[in-house]
């Protein structure tokens, strides 16, 4: 094997562990977020300022977020009992959605 | 007199706490901005990735002060762990953690 073939096995090794990440389905995820839009906006756009905004955030971050809750990392007794629900697939759905809602968080530096 | 008592007792309590809920320290964005600098070195940067388990740091522009205040004091009292957080919340006073969320909630321009 030359170099060129093993940096190209290189780069497709990188691009597969991207797509994983990004494995959600917003589709799916908007079914399933219907008891989340209540309190964080249809769209994420939260009106009430106890609840945070989650349109535009980083899928990860809040697959991270609700991995937390249900482990009980993160303790919030709202969050606790509609995260001890989900499946790992269904966080994945449900981020997916709030992320690719429009006018949310942006990087501010 | 003596029956008066527990009900002045309940006032002064009941204006102590509307007090101390007044005394929350407003938030003013400019100085949050120059005490952003430490923050930006991560939540500034598009896609930084928290280290162990590994995720993108949260986009905090455009959040809500509310909650980015109950998230800054909750990591200050351990309340929310994530080592880094916390040993900056650490750091920071209640005028401090008004002021960045003052900054970071400040309507950002969409693209």
Same mark, same amino acid.
């Given at each position: 094997?030359?170099?060129? $073939?093993?940096?190209?096995?290189?780069?497709?090794?990188?691009?597969?562990?991207?797509?994983?990440?990004?494995?959600?389905?917003?589709?799916?995820?908007?079914?399933?977020?219907?008891?989340?839009?209540?309190?964080?906006?249809?769209?994420?756009?939260?009106?009430?300022?106890?609840?945070?905004?989650?349109?535009?955030?980083?899928?990860?971050?809040?697959?991270?977020?609700?991995?937390?809750?249900?482990?009980?990392?993160?303790?919030?007794?709202?969050?606790?009992?509609?995260?001890? $629900?989900?499946? @790992?697939?269904?966080?994945?759905?449900?981020?997916?959605?709030?992320? @690719?809602?429009?006018?949310?968080?942006?990087?501010?530096? | 007199?003596?029956?008066?008592?527990?009900?002045?007792?309940?006032?002064?309590?009941?204006?102590? *706490?509307?007090?101390?809920?007044?005394?929350?320290? /407003?938030?003013?964005?400019?100085?949050?901005?120059?005490?952003?600098?430490?923050?930006?070195?991560? *939540?500034?940067?598009?896609?930084?990735?928290?280290?162990?388990?590994?995720?993108?740091?949260?986009?905090?522009?455009?959040? *809500?002060?509310?909650?980015?205040?109950?998230?800054?004091?909750?990591?200050?009292?351990?309340?929310?762990?994530?080592? /880094?957080? *916390?040993?900056?919340? +650490? /750091?920071?006073?209640?005028?401090?953690? +008004?002021?960045?969320?003052?900054?970071?909630?400040?309507?950002?321009?969409?693209?």
């Amino acid at each position: 094997m030359n170099q060129w $073939t093993s940096l190209i096995a290189a780069g497709a090794l990188a691009l597969c562990a991207y797509s994983a990440q990004a494995a959600g389905n917003p589709e799916a995820g908007k079914q399933k977020s219907q008891v989340c839009q209540s309190c964080h906006g249809a769209d994420g756009n939260s009106t009430n300022a106890q609840f945070p905004r989650l349109a535009g955030q980083y899928p990860d971050y809040l697959v991270q977020a609700l991995s937390e809750y249900k482990s009980g990392a993160r303790k919030n007794a709202i969050m606790a009992g509609f995260a001890a $629900t989900l499946s @790992e697939r269904d966080m994945q759905d449900i981020a997916s959605y709030f992320a @690719e809602q429009k006018d949310g968080v942006v990087t501010k530096r | 007199m003596r029956k008066c008592l527990p009900l002045s007792v309940l006032l002064i309590l009941g204006f102590s *706490h509307a007090v101390t809920a007044a005394a929350d320290p /407003t938030g003013d964005p400019k100085a949050g901005q120059e005490k952003a600098f430490f923050c930006s070195g991560c *939540h500034g940067i598009p896609g930084w990735r928290n280290a162990y388990p590994n995720y993108r740091e949260p986009k905090l522009g455009g959040q *809500h002060a509310d909650y980015l205040v109950a998230a800054l004091k909750a990591y200050q009292s351990g309340l929310r762990s994530h080592t /880094t957080m *916390h040993g900056i919340a +650490a /750091t920071l006073s209640d005028q401090d953690i +008004a002021d960045l969320a003052a900054y970071f909630s400040a309507p950002v321009k969409q693209k």
